[in-house]
């Protein structure tokens, strides 16, 4: 068996979440986002305040509890 053939079948190490505070402007929870799924921060932070217009406040819940419950 070739070293290819076993680490196709080695388990991928689990990704966390983690706050950005270095490229973060209020809290770091839109870079983390950001870096947790490789997407540029500034469209994180963009649907962001979009869909907190739109929906009235409702991810400013959600922001909040990321917030409190990353590190």
């Not at 966390?16 to 209020?26: C, H, M, T």
């Not at 929870?29 to 947790?36: D, E, L, M, S």
């Not at 540029?40 to 929906?55: E, G, H, K, Q």
Request: one cysteine or more; a positive charge; glycine letters at 8%.
């Amino acid at each position: 068996m070739s070293q290819l053939d076993t680490d196709r079948h080695a388990p991928r190490p689990a990704r966390e979440f983690r706050l950005d505070k270095q490229r973060g402007s209020i809290a770091g929870v839109c870079a983390g986002i950001a870096n947790y799924f490789g997407w540029d921060v500034t469209m994180v932070r963009l649907a962001f305040v979009l869909t907190t217009i739109f929906l009235t406040g409702a991810p400013l819940i959600a922001y909040l509890i990321l917030w409190a419950i990353a590190d």
